[in-house]
């Protein structure tokens, strides 16, 4: 095989402040997270401790305020932390936008004593996050979630259960949609939760075909007890501030998407470099070189994608349309990637001796998460035609 090591990415980036940002991830990444990452992933074991090395080098608030801990960083800078993150370990990259998905409701929408009392710890004091808004019975329609939260004098009494919760059982707060009134979006109410509420509990995490050092479980509600002080936003806004938050989660799963193709692709580089058939590297092969020309061709498209949309973010400009773009693209690129470079190792892209099965195995679930591909194409198509059935 090569011992050629891959080219770290070229990035564009807006300060110097950044580009040393994006040394510090990297350096991170190659010694804290790769080299352990097929080992544990295989074991099932979530890297805990990652998480508190990257919450106690500011990594985990990066596009937050300051002055609650957060990194001031703007979104093209932030996800392209998430991209070197994903590159190392899917479970890593992803966690930290899950992480940033759940702190993002008392960011955007919390009271200032709120922030003040509960930021700083989700920002920068070694928390993890959680966001919980699907259900068993209700996935891709999220309006019609059940999980109920009644009103008890000063505080609320929420009873439900969430599904496909990414770190449930193991998250320190959870922010939970609830219903708190009428049928339908409007009736839905957002609230920050403790992992340490009396009355919460998680099942045991799915079995899933890839990320398994990512717990993913459902997690029970059994008459959990809040003050009202927990809630985030008024009441009924809750379904609003999930779309909110969704609309900037997709451009994280975006860029994790790319991550892992870019990753595939660096070791499908490798490969071809250093097999030799009919005396000669593969790599020689046209076939095989319009392959890998194909597939850095995607990842660069996607990644300028997910960057025009963060970019419009950043602007204060509406980015949900190219947001669902970005997922829509990304997601179904590192799934074209990932089984690309199977191809390319052939026989051994089929073995675990190889990260590239892993990859692939990853990839899928990139498709479903934050809303399925399907529901991106629905997006998409009500900003070029409007909603359906007018």
């Given at each position: ?9 070229e ?13 510090l ?5 190659q010694?804290?997270?790769a ?18 090395l ?12 300051s002055?609650?801990g957060?990194g001031?960083?703007?979104?093209e ?14 479970t ?8 940033t998905?759940?702190s993002?409701?008392?960011?955007a929408?919390g009271?200032?004593?709120?922030q003040?009392?509960h930021?700083?710890?989700?920002l920068?004091?070694?928390l ?8 068993p ?6 309006a019609s979630l ?13 009873t ?12 320190d707060?959870y922010?939970v949609m609830?219903?708190t ?5 409007r009736?839905?109410t957002?609230?920050l ?5 009396e009355?919460?509990s ?11 050092g990512?717990p ?8 959990v007890r809040?003050?009202?002080?927990r809630?985030?936003?008024?009441e009924g806004?809750g379904f ?15 860029a994790?998407?790319?991550g ?9 580089v490798?490969?071809a ?8 590297p593969?790599?020689?092969?046209q076939?095989?070189?319009?392959m890998l ?17 963060a970019r419009l973010r ?5 980015f949900a349309?190219?947001a669902?773009m970005?997922?829509l693209?990304?997601t179904d690129?590192a799934?074209?990637v990932?089984?690309?470079?199977v191809?390319v190792l ?5 073995t675990?001796d190889?990260p590239v099965e892993r990859y ?8 479903i998460?934050e809303?399925?591909?399907q529901?991106q194409?629905m997006?998409i198509a009500?900003?070029?035609?409007g909603?359906?059935?007018?």
């Amino acid at each position: 095989m090569s011992d050629r090591a891959p080219q770290p990415v070229e990035r564009q980036l807006p300060t110097d402040e950044a580009r040393d940002l994006i040394s510090l991830v990297r350096d991170i990444a190659q010694r804290e997270i790769a080299p352990t990452a097929a080992e544990e992933e295989d074991a099932g074991r979530f890297p805990r401790e990652v998480f508190t090395l990257l919450s106690e080098s500011g990594l985990l608030g990066l596009p937050y305020d300051s002055e609650y801990g957060g990194g001031d960083q703007p979104y093209e800078v932030y996800l392209q932390v998430l991209e070197e993150l994903a590159m190392a370990r899917l479970t890593v990259g992803l966690g930290v936008s899950v992480h940033t998905l759940a702190s993002y409701g008392l960011a955007a929408f919390g009271a200032k004593q709120q922030q003040v009392e509960h930021l700083p710890a989700m920002l920068g004091g070694g928390l993890l996050g959680a966001y919980c808004l699907s259900e068993p019975s209700s996935g891709s329609d999220a309006a019609s979630l059940r999980t109920k939260a009644v009103r008890d004098g000063d505080d609320w009494v929420i009873t439900g259960t969430k599904a496909w919760i990414t770190h449930g059982g193991i998250a320190d707060f959870y922010t939970v949609m609830a219903r708190t009134g009428e049928d339908g979006a409007r009736g839905i109410t957002a609230f920050l939760v403790p992992g340490d509420a009396e009355g919460l509990s998680a099942a045991a995490p799915e079995k899933k075909m890839g990320m398994k050092g990512s717990p993913t479980a459902q997690v029970h509600f059994d008459g959990v007890r809040v003050s009202d002080e927990r809630r985030l936003g008024e009441e009924g806004q809750g379904f609003a501030i999930a779309l909110s938050a969704l609309d900037s989660g997709r451009l994280g799963i975006a860029a994790c998407a790319i991550g892992l193709a870019q990753a595939a692709l660096d070791e499908a580089v490798a490969y071809a470099a250093g097999r030799r058939q009919f005396g000669r590297p593969i790599a020689d092969f046209q076939g095989l070189r319009f392959m890998l020309a194909d597939m850095a061709t995607q990842i660069e498209a996607g990644r300028a994608l997910y960057l025009a949309a963060a970019r419009l973010r950043d602007a204060g400009l509406p980015f949900a349309k190219q947001a669902a773009m970005a997922k829509l693209h990304c997601t179904d690129t590192a799934m074209r990637v990932t089984t690309d470079a199977v191809q390319v190792l052939g026989g051994y892209g089929y073995t675990a001796d190889f990260p590239v099965e892993r990859y692939m195995r990853e990839a899928k679930v990139l498709q479903i998460v934050e809303g399925t591909n399907q529901i991106q194409r629905m997006v998409i198509a009500r900003h070029l035609a409007g909603p359906e059935g007018r």
